[in-house]
């Protein structure tokens, strides 16, 4: 379980680091940690139809939305789609994932194939905790992760993936150029 949730606060972490490339991109790659850790800890048991939906925050000032879902299950792999839509830039993210390491076997942003993000993360602190979102309140576990390939960044993570399908990402905090980046689900559904 812990790794599970030290994976969901990676995969929304590294997502944080990428601030040189689009937001959906930095909003993916903080998330890659947190789907390997969840692999490890209890595999991948996601259906097609599996979503997320989030609201978005930069800087108090950018508003909008991610939707992250499982479009279909091949034997290559799950391939789990991440549309972001802020009022600045509309992007979507395909990614296909090995279901039984973690390991992103291929990525596609708005169509065009693109490197996986890296992740280099260390947990600073971790316990469990309650968080409130427009989806409702859960027990979670708090993970603050440092990313140590981007200058030590620090993100905060809310994760339950017992509860929560993909990576059980229930609220994100992370620092961009822009400012303070906010993720919390709205809703969610499980097949």
Known sequence: MLKSLIIAAALVISTAAQA??????FLFAGQVQLLQNEVVAQG??????????????????INGTMKMYVREITADGIWMVQDVDLMIQKQKIEVLIDANTGEIKKMLVNGQEQQPPKSDYEVVDQKEANVTVPAGTFKAIYIKIKDNANNGQISEQWVNPR???????IKSLADSQLGKVT????SFKRN
């Open 20 to 25: 040189s490339q689009s937001m959906g991109q």
């Open 44 to 61: 991948l048991n996601w259906k097609v139809g599996d979503a997320n939906d989030y609201k978005l925050n930069m800087g108090g000032f």
């Open 163 to 169: 509860d929560i399908p993909l990576s059980g990402m």
């Open 183 to 186: 993720i919390e689900l709205n």
